[in-house]
């Protein structure tokens, strides 16, 4: 019961801090050291399942988005590149097929170095301050000018780059990719939802191709647990910043990120 109760933490720690600019990867890695939980819910087993619920997730909460854009991308091409061209939704799920290329491409090539490289809570800490105060820069600096539906292939292919640099625990996949686009000059509210759409593909297909080396035995429900409870903190965690962005910067995670990064530099310094 004491590993259930585990699971059911850092699932929906998995799924706050997934869609939150905070970095899930480094809080799943860390958070277990902390508190010196060393059973299932700390190994990349557990990691993956918790994973696959916030890809459920971006699912639930998206599926009627990908419904659109993929009926009309299929309605647009019997009238060939200018169709496609033309039409916003159909031009979009092209955009998000060629930004997720990036990421696909280095996650195949460094999966394995970089799930057993960088578990250093040294290393999450480092990247939840700089990248955090990135994001607090880029955000004051840039106008709100552009939506979604404005987003051309540079914007695809620049923050698709961005979002391979969040596979170091520590940087967010959010985080970055909402950098990105605000430095592009989206609004908050169109980088965020850009963001979720292009990491769709990302976390389900990460979460896919780590599921094959999967290993769920007796300790399946440890496992059930941390997806179901990622899932449903996933969903509260896209539609709380879907709506927290209309009407408020991105200063509140910066300030978490910078202090919960500070406070592991600390740890992995001077504690651990």
Do not use: C
């Amino acid at each position: 019961m004491i590993q259930i109760f585990q699971a059911a933490v850092l699932g929906i720690i998995q799924g706050l801090t997934e869609f939150f600019p905070i970095s899930s990867s480094g809080h799943l890695i860390v958070l277990p050291q902390i508190f010196g939980w060393n059973g299932v819910v700390n190994s990349l087993d557990f990691d993956i399942a918790a994973h696959l619920g916030t890809a459920a997730a971006l699912i639930g909460f998206f599926w009627r988005d990908w419904v659109r854009l993929t009926t009309s991308f299929i309605a647009q091409t019997l009238r060939g590149f200018r169709g496609i061209s033309s039409d916003s939704d159909a031009r979009l799920l092209i955009l998000l097929i060629v930004g997720s290329i990036p990421a696909a491409f280095v996650g195949i090539l460094f999966k394995d170095t970089i799930e057993t490289a960088f578990r250093s809570a040294l290393l999450v800490g480092v990247t939840m301050v700089i990248f955090g105060l990135l994001l607090w820069w880029t955000d004051k600096v840039s106008v709100q000018e552009r939506k979604t539906a404005q987003a051309n292939l540079f914007d695809s292919i620049f923050i698709g780059v961005a979002q391979t640099i969040s596979l170091i625990p520590g940087v967010s996949r959010s985080g970055i990719t909402i950098t990105a686009g605000r430095s592009q000059k989206f609004d908050r509210t169109s980088a965020v939802r850009f963001s979720f759409l292009l990491s769709t593909p990302a976390v389900l297909g990460a979460g896919l191709l780590s599921a094959k080396d999967f290993q769920g035995g007796a300790d399946f429900p440890i496992f059930l647990t941390g997806f179901i409870f990622a899932t449903i903190s996933g969903i509260l965690a896209i539609k709380l910043l879907l709506g927290f962005v209309q009407k408020h910067d991105f200063n509140i995670f910066v300030v978490y990120r910078v202090l919960f990064g500070i406070f592991l530099i600390a740890w992995a310094i001077l504690i651990k």
